[in-house]
């Protein structure tokens, strides 16, 4: 997966278009018994790194719930 999508949060990144190309690869992810956003939120942890990663592990326990928050 990192080799396909990640996102560091450098100021040559635009994360709107990350996000969207993130969901075209990872989007058609599913599994039986787990929400598209139970998925998305998992492997969005694993295509993340450098400063993207440092902020998101800056931010309270259990702010970002559901996909959305995170997009």
């Known amino acids: 997966m990192q ?3 990640h996102f560091g949060g450098g100021p040559d990144e635009n994360s709107k278009k990350y996000i969207k190309n993130f969901l075209k690869i990872y989007g058609t992810q599913k599994h039986s018994g787990v929400s598209p956003d139970a998925i998305r939120l ?3 942890l694993f295509s993340i790194i450098d400063k993207a ?4 592990y800056s931010l309270p326990k259990e702010t970002v719930t559901i996909w959305d928050e995170m997009a």
Do not use: D, I, P, R
Request: proline content about 0%; charged content about 10%; overall charge positive.
């Open 3 to 5: 080799n396909t999508c």
């Open 42 to 44: 998992m492997l969005f």
């Open 53 to 56: 990663k440092n902020w998101f």
